[in-house]
């Protein structure tokens, strides 16, 4: 891989920096092509310029076929072992791990017979299963990649914070690979196809057992054109049915949990993002109807079309991811028969959030603050919009701006 310019991601490099030279081993997940291999070569920089030879920096990117011939884990431990020359401490770095057999066990024994400090990444959550995870359990910490955020789209682009490059980032999303085309739709529409295309491919199709490809793509669709609204497999089911999106006009509704397996692989794959519905009043987690989020609303636009009247829920699957890069675990809040957008938290910090284009209509302004004002704690409450206003709160909820917000 090329290293010259390559572009800083602060956020995800500062998280590697406080967790280099501890034992736990360094995971990154996160979609294909959102910048995984690239965070690797700066923090491989960054190790050199605090004059680490080269020599004990190992990197191995099991998608060139440079490394083809490493199939299974003692074939994979006898490589590394015969480069691991001296007792110095090595960094060894393993891209798209999930393509040798039973890697974990050879990861493990690095581990336990050298002096290492070791990063993984993978493009699916089949990475880190439950068989495999058990060998490593307690001795991993997983760094969660998505996207360039808004900020760092700008930052990329090299353009000013302002409603225009706001406007772009909807549009053409946050892929860093779209940031040398500039902003022509149809080369940015190519590249995303090429990412999707290869996503589903490798990433779904070929880690689960995916029986009707064109069913998965109706599902795609079908969720892609419904972020932010109240579903679950069943209704997604019902709906292809009832909006004749079976393919090959087949009338038969497919069955709830051939829906939920594919969903779950889309999920794998961090194409999808699910939230859970919680009882605020009764403090509990509800079982049914979810809320999902796209990875890349560019994606989203290269499979849909962009159309300016979901603009509400693509701005509300702005500010989920944004929650998700700020390390906040998000749910979808239940107010008695009230919804409030986002319950974001993380240790000793709670917000409720309520996103929402505009407030410039009353009717707008009462019905996003109702729910807040139903929640008797004293977490904070936010309202973010659209909207420049000089007014700060609305009975001590928040009101903050969505751009200034972003790149705070």
Known sequence: MKTKNLKPRNNYLNKLLQFKDIETIKVITGIRRCGKSKLIHLFIEDLKKQNISSDNIIYI??????FDFITNYKIFYDYVKNKITNKDRYYLFFDEMHKVTHWEKAVNSFRVDFNVDIYLTGSNANLLSSDISSL?????????????SYKEFIEFHNITKNENSFQAYLKYGGFPSIVELGFNQDRVNDVLEGIYNTVILKDVLEQNDIKDGALLQKIVRFVSDNIGNVTSP????????????MVHNKKKKPARSTVENYIGAL?????????????????????SLEKYYIVDVGMRNMLLGYRDV???HILENIIFLELLRRDYKVKIGKV????????????NDKIYIQVSETLGDQEILERELM??????????KWIITNDKTFVES????KVKNTIDWLCE
Do not use: C, H, T, W
């Open 61 to 66: 990117n099991f998608e060139s076929l440079e």
């Open 310 to 312: 979901d603009r509400g």
């Open 136 to 148: 490593i359990a307690g001795r991993y910490v997983e760094i969660k990649m998505l996207p360039l």
């Open 267 to 287: 999920e794998k794959a961090y194409i999808f993002y699910q939230a859970q519905r919680y009882d605020v009043k009764g403090k509990e987690l509800l079982k």
């Open 371 to 380: 729910p807040l004002l139903a929640i008797a704690d004293n977490y904070e």
């Open 336 to 347: 008695g028969e009230k919804e409030v957008d986002f319950i974001a938290e993380k240790a």
């Open 234 to 245: 069943n209704s997604i089911a019902g709906s292809l049915v009832s909006n004749k999106q």
């Open 394 to 397: 609305y009975e001590g909820i």
